[in-house]
């Protein structure tokens, strides 16, 4: 029987995001684009997203304190009680680990104390597996849209 010599993951802890955090999620961010070769992006967007106070934004720490997911709840139209789910990034080594089911399950029940009644989030057809993983937390796919591969999702709350 061989032994697996990949060190165990330590345990992770979802907290709200700060400012001095953005410096930790943004090569994750870029490390996972570059992986899956998407389309470059617009740091000060990301930044500007990160940094704004009326989303609910979350990061995954480890033991050691190392930032290894985020994620971002905005209100998408208020008076209609839309969230959209956002910016769901993990680190390679802490993928199946529990931490992005952690981090998007407080968003959602987040969503629940604002008394939002619909979530929706995007995905990109080349990210089967983060779609089968958004279905297992209760979204369902409302669109694919073939033009540019996204995967439209809806979970009502």
């Known amino acids: 029987m061989a032994l697996s010599t990949k060190a165990p993951i330590q345990s992770t802890t979802i907290r709200e995001f700060t400012p001095a955090d953005f410096d930790a999620v943004l090569p994750i961010i870029q490390q996972s684009r570059l992986q899956h070769q998407l389309e470059?992006?617009?740091i000060s967007q990301l930044q500007q997203e990160?940094?704004?106070?009326?989303?609910?934004?979350?990061?995954a720490v480890d033991?050691?304190?190392a930032v290894v997911g985020s994620g971002i709840l905005s209100a998408e139209d208020p008076q209609q009680r839309l969230g959209r789910v956002s910016r769901i990034y993990i680190t390679?080594?802490?993928h199946?680990?529990?931490v992005g089911r952690d981090l998007v399950s407080q968003l959602i029940e987040y969503a629940y104390v604002?008394?939002?009644q619909q979530l929706t989030l995007t995905t990109r057809l080349q990210f089967d597996r983060a779609a089968r993983f958004y279905q297992s937390l209760g979204f369902s796919?409302?669109?694919?849209?073939?033009?540019?591969?996204q995967?439209?999702?809806?979970?009502?709350?």
Not at 50 to 59: G, M, W
Not at 141 to 149: E, K, L, R
């Open 50 to 59: 990160f940094l704004d106070s009326n989303r609910f934004r979350l990061v």
């Open 92 to 94: 390679p080594q802490h």
């Open 40 to 42: 470059p992006f617009d």
């Open 96 to 98: 199946g680990t529990g």
């Open 114 to 116: 604002q008394n939002m």
């Open 63 to 65: 033991n050691d304190g």
């Open 141 to 149: 796919v409302t669109h694919i849209d073939p033009d540019t591969g």
């Open 151 to 157: 995967i439209h999702m809806v979970r009502v709350l």
